[in-house]
C-alpha cells in the first residue's frame, strides 16, 4: 500500500501573532489613531488589510521612566511609534558601554594574564561575584509578560551628564535599523512617568509602506537623509562626485530589501529538511536581463551564479559594500553599439538590503567622473575596490565545490570564522587547549564541524557579518565590541533567556549552568540553576589574539573572514 | 613559492650555515682553545633549552609568546642544529664510558623520536583527511560501541542464521575493539578486503531480502574499519609525543649531571 502523506493546515503569514494580547478594542484605537487613521483602508490588499496589520503586526508595550527602549549598536527587527507620554534619543556624548549592559572593552593586565597559571584549576563554569556585577546606575524588572525592563536607576545624572533631544506621541523610531538591517544608532529611553509605545515588527512596517504613500515617504526621507548620504559618500565608485551631485545621486537612488528578515530560523529548518537550494532564493538580478542599475549590497548578502547545464553553478558570493553590474554597465557606456545583458544571475541568500543606481543615473553621473583606468579596476575588483560582479570561472580564486559548500553553509557570514586545514591538522587539540587555558579551563569551541575536501569549518562563533544573535537580546549583554567588531557576550547582564542561541544558525552559542568559586551550582530564588550564554570571544581580553590560532604548532588553524576569497584561497595554497 | 615551501628554503639554508659555522669553528679551535669542550657543551645545553622550552610555550598559550607554529620551526631546525652540535662536542668520536653512552643514546633516541614524529605529522594528516570522515578521538569508543549495537541489532533480531552464525564467529570481536593497528598504519586495506570477500562468499546462501541484510552489515564494517583507521593513526599522533617528551626530560637530567661531573671532576676539561 502507498504511504498516504501527512496533511496539515499550510502555514500561513499571521498563523503566529507579533502579540496575540492584541484586542479588537486596541486595533479600534490604533485605527482612529495618526498616522493610521490617515492611512487609506482601501489601498491596502485583500490579503493584507490595514486592521489585520495592525492586529497581527504590532504590539502596545508599555514603559515605565527610565526604561531603556533601544540601546545604539543593538541589531533590531522593529520600528516603534509612540503612542503617549515621552521618550528621550541620546545625542552626545553616547552613554557607557557599562550602562547598556555591555562590557568596557579591556584587556588583561599583566598580574591577571599571570594568574592564568593556577586559575585552570577553578571549576568549569565558575563566576566570582564581582564577575556577575553589573552597573549600579542599571537596574532589572520584569514586566507582566515576564520579559525583562532594564532601566536606568539615576535618570537626573544622564540627563545632566548626556545631550538629549525628546520624542513624543506621533513620533517614529528605530524603522531604519528595523528594514535595512543596520545596527541602531542611538539609545532611547522613556522620559516620562509612563509612555505607551506601539511596536511594529519588520514584516508589518513593510506592508504598511507598500499601501500608505505617508509612511513610505516619511521612511524614505529619513533614509535618505541620515544614512544614505554618508553610505554615499564613503562608496568608492562615487569617490569624484561633488557635493551637489552627490545629493542629486541620494534622491535618485532606489533602495530595496529581499529575502526573509528571520533567516536564520528558516535556515535552520531548511538545511535540516536538506531542501537548501539556490533555485528557491529571491532573484533579485536575472542572467540575460537588461542591466538597468548598478547593485550596491548595504546588508546582507547575495549569491552570483551563473546557468551551467539545467540549473545553475555558483560563481561568488558578494556581501554589504560590494557592487554587481557595475562592467555590464560601463561596458556598455564605453561600447554603446555592443551592448550586453547582465551577464549573472544575484539572488538574495537570507537577507538582503541593497541600493539600486539607476543606468542613466550611473551614464549621467557617475561614469563620466571615473578614468580609464578606475572603470577597469572597479570592474576587475583590485585594490580594494569591490570585487567583480560578472567574475569568470577560471577566475573565482575557489573550487567550485569548495565555493558550494560555504555558500549552501552560509559560511561567508563570518568575518572571524575557524577553519582547518585537514591536510595539515594532526588532531592535537592544543587549540583546544590554549582555548580552555585562556578562558578560566573552559573551552569555547569544538574541533569539530562540517568539511569540504581538506577544508573544515570548525563549531566556533564566527563573529558574523550578520550577527543574527544580537537580535532579541532583552539586556544587551550580546554585543558587538567597540574596537574590533567581536561580537561578545557580558555574563554580568546575561539573563540566561537563550533568545541567542536559539537565534545563532550555526550551533555556535552554548547555554551554561554557572558555579560559584567552590563548585556548586548557583541557583535562582526558584532553585532553578542560573544560565549563561558563552561562546568564543576571539580572546578579546587577551595580548596577541586568538589563543587557538596562535596554538597550532602547523600552522593549520586560522581565524578568517571567509567573504574574502582571495585570502581564503592564499591560505589553501600557502 | 608557497609560504611553507619558502620557510623550508630559509630555514635550511640558515641550518647548513649554522652548521658550516660549527664545522669551521670546531676545524679552528677544537685543538686551540683550552676550552673548547666547555664552549661546545654550554652552545649545546643553550640549544637544549631553547628546544625544551617549546614545551613550556605550549603550556601558556594564554601568554603572548609568539605563535606555535613559529616556535614548532625553530624547534625543528634548531633540533636539527643540535646533531652537528654533538658531533662537535664528541669531537666526531664515538662516546666512551657507560655515562657518556647512556648521554649519547638518549641524545639519539630524543632526535630520533623527534625526526619520526615530524614525519608523522606531515603524512598522517593527509591520510586522515581522505579516509573514515571527521571523527574526534574521544569519541571513537562511543561511535565504535553504537556500530556494534547497530550490527548486534541487525543480524542478531531476526536476521538469517547463516549471517548470525558469521557475526558470532568472525565479526564479533572486530566491532568490539580497535583492529587492525599496523595495517591501517601501514595503509594497508587486506583486512577490510578480507572480511568484505568472505561475506561476499556467503551471498549464495541468502535470499534477496537477506542479501540487504549482508549489504548492509557491509556497509558497517566499512564503517567500523575507518574507525579503526582514524583510531590507529590518531592514537600515533598523540603516543609519538610520549615517547618524545620523557625521553627528552631523561636527556635534561643526564646533561645536568653531565655539567655537575664535569666540573666536579674534570679540574679542568678540553
Not at chain 2, 683550552?34 to 645545553?45: C, I, K, T
Not at chain 2, 534477496?208 to 556497509?219: M, Y
Request: with cysteine.
Amino acid at each position: 500500500m502507498p504511504p498516504t502523506p501527512s496533511i496539515v493546515e499550510r502555514p500561513q503569514r499571521w498563523d503566529v501573532a507579533f502579540d496575540p494580547a492584541m484586542t479588537d478594542a486596541d486595533v479600534d484605537r490604533l485605527m482612529a489613531t495618526p498616522p493610521f487613521s490617515n492611512m487609506p483602508v482601501e489601498k491596502f490588499p485583500k490579503r493584507t488589510p490595514l486592521r489585520e496589520i495592525l492586529r497581527n503586526d504590532t504590539s502596545i508595550r508599555r514603559y515605565r521612566k527610565g526604561e531603556i527602549i533601544v540601546r545604539q549598536g543593538d541589531y533590531g527587527t522593529s520600528a516603534f511609534l509612540i503612542l503617549s507620554g515621552a521618550t528621550r534619543v541620546v545625542l552626545k556624548p553616547d552613554l557607557p558601554p557599562s550602562l547598556l549592559g555591555r562590557q568596557a572593552p579591556s584587556k588583561k593586565g599583566f598580574f591577571r594574564t599571570l594568574a592564568q597559571l593556577w586559575s585552570e584549576r577553578r571549576p568549569p563554569e565558575s563566576f566570582r561575584r564581582k564577575d556577575l556585577r553589573h552597573d549600579s546606575g542599571l537596574g532589572a524588572r520584569r514586566d507582566e509578560d515576564e520579559n525583562v525592563r532594564v532601566f536606568l536607576q539615576d535618570l537626573p545624572r544622564v540627563l545632566d551628564k548626556h545631550r538629549t533631544e525628546e520624542m513624543t506621541a506621533g513620533d517614529f523610531f528605530g524603522e531604519i535599523a528595523a528594514l535595512s538591517r543596520m545596527p541602531r544608532t542611538s539609545t532611547i529611553f522613556t522620559a516620562s512617568d509612563e509612555a505607551e509605545l506601539l511596536e511594529i515588527r519588520w514584516q508589518g512596517l513593510r506592508d504598511l509602506m507598500r499601501s500608505s504613500d505617508e509612511l513610505r515617504k516619511h521612511i524614505d526621507r529619513i533614509y535618505r537623509e541620515r544614512a544614505l548620504a554618508s553610505y554615499l559618500r564613503a562608496t568608492p565608485i562615487f569617490r569624484h562626485l561633488s557635493k551637489e551631485q552627490l545629493a542629486d545621486l541620494a534622491t535618485q537612488v532606489q533602495f530595496a530589501s529581499y529575502g526573509d528578515y528571520d533567516w536564520s530560523g528558516d535556515y535552520k529548518r531548511l538545511a535540516k529538511a536538506g531542501s537548501m537550494r539556490p533555485e528557491k532564493e529571491p532573484v533579485i538580478v536575472q542572467e540575460g536581463d537588461y542591466p538597468n542599475g548598478v547593485v550596491l549590497l548595504r546588508a546582507g548578502f547575495a549569491r552570483v551564479s551563473q546557468k551551467f547545464g539545467s540549473g545553475e553553478r555558483t560563481l561568488n558570493y558578494i556581501g554589504a559594500g560590494q557592487l554587481f553590474g557595475f562592467d555590464e554597465i560601463a561596458h556598455n557606456f564605453q561600447k554603446p553599439q555592443d551592448p550586453v545583458p547582465y551577464q549573472h544571475t544575484l539572488r538574495a541568500i537570507g537577507y538582503t538590503h541593497l541600493l539600486i543606481v539607476p543606468t542613466r543615473v550611473m551614464e549621467q553621473l557617475v561614469l563620466p567622473t571615473l578614468s580609464q583606468k578606475e572603470l577597469s579596476r572597479f570592474a576587475n575588483g583590485r585594490d580594494g575596490a569591490p570585487p567583480p560582479s560578472a567574475p569568470q570561472p577560471s577566475a573565482t580564486p575557489i573550487a567550485a565545490d569548495t565555493l558550494e559548500f560555504l555558500t549552501a553553509n552560509r559560511f561567508f557570514n563570518g568575518t572571524a570564522t575557524m577553519v582547518i586545514d585537514l591536510d595539515r591538522c594532526t588532531r592535537c587539540d592544543d587549540c583546544v587547549r590554549a582555548c580552555a587555558s585562556t578562558h578560566d579551563n573552559n573551552p569555547r569551541f569544538l574541533r569539530h564541524g562540517p568539511s569540504s575536501g581538506r577544508l573544515m569549518v570548525a563549531n566556533a562563533c564566527m563573529h558574523c557579518a550578520d550577527p543574527v544573535c544580537m537580535i532579541g537580546c532583552p539586556t544587551g549583554a550580546i554585543h558587538r565590541e567597540s574596537f574590533a567588531g567581536q561580537v561578545v557576550i557580558n555574563p554580568a547582564t546575561c539573563i540566561g533567556c537563550k533568545a541567542c542561541a536559539n537565534n545563532c544558525p550555526y550551533e555556535a552559542i552554548r547555554m551554561v549552568e554557572i558555579r560559584d568559586e567552590g563548585g556548586e551550582f548557583i541557583m535562582g530564588e526558584d532553585l532553578r540553576p542560573i544560565l549563561k550564554a558563552t561562546k568564543c570571544d576571539l580572546c578579546v581580553e587577551s595580548w596577541g589574539g586568538p589563543a587557538c590560532e596562535r596554538a597550532c604548532p602547523h600552522g593549520a588553524l586560522e581565524r578568517m573572514n571567509l567573504n574574502d576569497l582571495e585570502s581564503l584561497a592564499d591560505w589553501m595554497k600557502r | 613559492m608557497s609560504r611553507f615551501g619558502r620557510q623550508t628554503v630559509v630555514g635550511t639554508f640558515l641550518l647548513l650555515l649554522a652548521s658550516a659555522g660549527v664545522v669551521i669553528a670546531h676545524r679552528r679551535w677544537s685543538e686551540e682553545l683550552p676550552n673548547y669542550a666547555y664552549l661546545s657543551g654550554w652552545v649545546l645545553m643553550a640549544v637544549m633549552i631553547l628546544l625544551a622550552l617549546y614545551n613550556m610555550r605550549k603550556r601558556l598559550p594564554f601568554l603572548s609568546l609568539g605563535s606555535s607554529e613559529a616556535w614548532l620551526q625553530i624547534h625543528v631546525y634548531a633540533g636539527f642544529f643540535t646533531v652537528i652540535l654533538f658531533l662537535a662536542h664528541l669531537k666526531f668520536r664515538m662516546p666512551t664510558g657507560w655515562f657518556e653512552g647512556a648521554l649519547a643514546w638518549l641524545y639519539i633516541l630524543v632526535t630520533g623520536s623527534g625526526i619520526v614524529g615530524l614525519f608523522l605529522s606531515r603524512v598522517l594528516p593527509r591520510r586522515l583527511a581522505t579516509r573514515g570522515g571527521e571523527v574526534i578521538y574521544e569519541k571513537i569508543p562511543a561511535l565504535r560501541n553504537a556500530l556494534r549495537q547497530e550490527a548486534e541489532t541487525l543480524v542478531l533480531a531476526g536476521g538469517p542464521q547463516v549471517i548470525a552464525n558469521f557475526y558470532t564467529e568472525n565479526l564479533h570481536d572486530f566491532f568490539r575493539r580497535p583492529k587492525y593497528f599496523w595495517p591501517h598504519l601501514l595503509d594497508s586495506r587486506r583486512p577490510l578486503n578480507a572480511i568484505v570477500t568472505e561475506l561476499d562468499e556467503l551471498r549464495r546462501y541468502l535470499n534477496e531480502a537477506e542479501r540487504t541484510t549482508l549489504e548492509k552489515l557491509a556497509d558497517l564494517v566499512r564503517r567500523k574499519d575507518g574507525l579503526d583507521y582514524h583510531h590507529a593513526l590518531q592514537v600515533t599522533l598523540k603516543l609519538w609525543l610520549f615517547v618524545h617528551l620523557p625521553l627528552t626530560y631523561s636527556l635534561m637530567i643526564f646533561s645536568v649531571l653531565h655539567i655537575i661531573i664535569v666540573f666536579a671532576f674534570s679540574g679542568g676539561a678540553r
